[in-house]
């Protein structure tokens, strides 16, 4: 598959009074057309930014520092950390050709607009139709994502919706002009499992229908084994290993990784089992690291790991790791 967008030397900065915090720091990746990219890491590791950097949404005090933001598109190449985030090309893009799924719906929904209201704004700018029609493809979008009652639905307010069906008005609002990447930051963190267990086989579905391309966030493994053909594994803004998901589950390489998969339960463990915490938090993103950012907390470093920066390096076909054990 051709990629869609191709991430090389990303680089986003947040210039604050303590300092400069390098949130994500040389991120280079690809995603294919129609294929599922899960972005794994702890919270503070740069994964919301790098979806944000491609969205063109960084507000001050960050800044995209360097890098390029490759979209390919009707046959050119659009690099899109070049362009005004406000110019009329980049809005364009945004919402329509690429959109996003946040992670908190109801901060991100306007409280003061029904459902309606809000899917039909984004049809109407990106498709140039009139209300009426806007109105009538919004409430296909709300049947389509399994919205109950969706006539009843579309003039209410997101107070008057669970936070499974603001969630599935959400994604209405994201698919309605039919984009190319759909970025899924977190999307069931506050919901429970069972409702998280729909709302994943609801994105799954929809991107199979509609043919899109997915970046998904987040810190559970489990949905990544069920979403993902590629992941990548970021800590403290580097991206730490990146394979297709067999190989990260099954021939996991970074000590990270090795201890993401250690913590958590399996279907053998028992209420007597101990899980394997990953020792000490991730360091202060203010301070500048000479070494390779996961040393502090490596059960495997060497000398060598405090002194240099190990390069993301190919250990297999398709399979990148940045640690010093396979240099």
């Avoid at 799954?204 to 489990?222: N, P, Q, Y």
């Avoid at 070494?291 to 250990?315: D, N, W, Y």
Wanted: glycine letters at 8%; aromatic letters at 6%; charged letters at 20%.
């Amino acid at each position: 598959m051709a990629s869609l967008i191709e991430v090389k030397g990303l680089k986003t900065y947040f210039y604050t009074y303590r300092g400069v915090v390098h949130a994500v720091d040389g991120a280079d990746f690809s995603i294919e057309s129609e294929k599922a990219l899960c972005v794994v890491g702890e919270s503070g590791c740069g994964k919301s930014v790098t979806a944000l950097s491609i969205m063109g949404l960084i507000e001050k005090p960050g800044k995209l520092e360097s890098g390029e933001i490759l979209y390919h598109r009707n046959g050119s190449v659009t690099d899109l950390s070049k362009l005004d985030p406000e110019g009329e090309v980049y809005r364009s893009i945004r919402g329509r050709e690429i959109s996003m799924i946040f992670q908190e719906p109801m901060i991100s929904l306007n409280p003061v607009y029904t459902i309606g209201n809000q899917i039909m704004e984004a049809i109407i700018l990106h498709q140039k139709v009139g209300k009426k029609e806007a109105r009538m493809r919004a409430l296909a979008m709300l049947k389509a994502v399994g919205v109950s009652l969706p006539s009843q639905r579309i003039d209410e307010y997101p107070h008057q919706l669970s936070g499974g069906m603001r969630q599935r008005a959400m994604i209405a609002m994201a698919i309605s002009c039919n984009p190319k990447l759909l970025i899924a930051d977190e999307p069931t963190t506050a919901l429970d499992v069972t409702v998280e267990a729909q709302v994943l086989s609801l994105i799954r579905d929809l991107r199979k229908e509609f043919k899109m391309a997915l970046m998904l966030i987040t810190h559970d493994l489990g949905v990544v084994a069920n979403m993902a053909d590629e992941v990548i594994i970021m800590y403290l803004g580097k991206i730490v290993e990146k394979s297709n998901v067999k190989n990260i589950f099954h021939n996991t390489k970074h000590p990270y990784t090795q201890g993401l998969m250690n913590s958590i339960p399996s279907l053998t463990t028992t209420k007597k089992d101990r899980l394997i915490p990953i020792a000490g938090n991730v360091p202060d993103p203010l301070i500048a690291l000479s070494g390779c950012c996961f040393e502090s907390r490596c059960p495997q470093k060497t000398a060598i790991c405090k002194g240099e920066i190990p390069p993301l390096k190919q250990v297999a076909p398709g399979h990148q790791v940045a640690c010093w054990l396979y240099n």
